[in-house]
């Protein structure tokens, strides 16, 4: 995953009318990390909310297995098993390689530091060649930020097989990614996501592929980051030192967003 950053000519105008909610200030769907000591709590917010609007979007659909493809450290792992009923059996796979090695370690840690590891089973596995999986016997397949992971057609197109041999006839799948256009509102940074499948393209590819029923919503959740976090995240999405010598004073001034997501589902 990448990220493409640009300075935008509209300077966000201040977080005005910003609440304390849970010790972390909230502006309407902005979630606002302005210091260190705020970063891991908006990141567990967001992933809290995204984990509310997945299970939303299953709706009063009847299951008991879910899986979850690129799980990485759990982030929404968690939040979504906290969210499920106690019968709901999730399986995590992920690669965990390249600049993801050893989140497969991080993941088996966090499930077990909150008690949620009987009710996963967690390991690796390229979505591309599920193994150790039988056809017909997953009712739900869920992902967020692996479709990007997945940017050529042949990729996508072999996740997308071993996603429809898994899925039970009248399986449902959802996939949350960051939208390729910056969040709307004005501000200082865009931070733009790339690469990113488009809405469009991805109904065309998972048509093609035997789905239906394809709908897209948006989690319009955002997240501030003040100049400490901004740095930090920037660092972690690729930026050079040289980039972020460059815009400083920007930064300093004006921090960062996260784009916004789009959600894609379909049924088998
Ligand atoms: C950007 S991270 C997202 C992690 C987590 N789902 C989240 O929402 O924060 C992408 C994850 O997808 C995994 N991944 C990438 N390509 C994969 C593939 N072909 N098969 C399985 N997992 C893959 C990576 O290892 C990484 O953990």
Redesign the pocket.
Same mark, same amino acid.
């Given at each position: 995953?990448q990220a493409d950053f640009r300075i935008a000519k509209n300077v966000s105008q201040s977080l005005k009318r910003s609440l304390k909610t849970g010790g972390l200030e909230v502006s309407g769907r902005k979630i606002i990390a302005r210091n260190r000591s705020d970063l891991s709590k908006a990141w567990a917010r967001y992933y809290d909310l995204l984990a509310a609007q997945f299970v939303e979007r299953i709706g009063r659909r009847r299951f008991r297995v879910i899986l979850e =493809? $690129?799980? $990485?450290k759990g982030?929404?792992t968690i939040p979504l098993l906290r969210r499920l009923p106690r019968e709901v059996k999730v399986i995590a796979? *992920? #690669? #965990?390689?390249g600049p993801?090695a050893g989140?497969s370690k991080v993941l088996s840690q966090e499930l077990r530091r909150a008690g949620l590891e009987k009710r996963v089973r967690s390991f690796r #596995? *390229? =979505?591309?060649r599920i193994r150790g999986i039988e056809s017909e016997s997953v009712d739900i397949i869920v #992902?967020?930020?692996?479709l990007c992971?997945?940017p050529y057609d042949p990729q996508l197109e072999k =996740?997308l097989i071993e996603f429809y041999r898994i899925l039970r006839p009248g399986g449902f799948m959802i996939h949350g990614e960051w939208s390729s256009s910056p969040a709307a509102e004005p501000q200082a940074f865009l931070v733009k996501h790339w690469p990113s499948w488009t809405p469009d393209q991805l109904f065309s590819i998972m048509r093609k592929n035997g789905f239906h029923n394809f709908q897209v919503t948006y989690f319009d959740t955002t997240i501030h980051f003040g100049y400490e976090n901004a740095l930090k995240e920037l660092q972690t999405w690729g930026a050079t030192k040289r980039f972020l010598r460059r815009n400083d004073a920007v930064l300093k001034r004006e921090g960062i967003e996260l784009p916004y997501e789009h959600m894609v589902e379909c049924e088998k």
């Open positions: 995953m =493809a $690129g799980c $990485g982030q929404l796979i *992920d #690669s #965990s390689k993801y989140w #596995s *390229d =979505a591309r #992902s967020n930020e692996l992971d997945l =996740a």
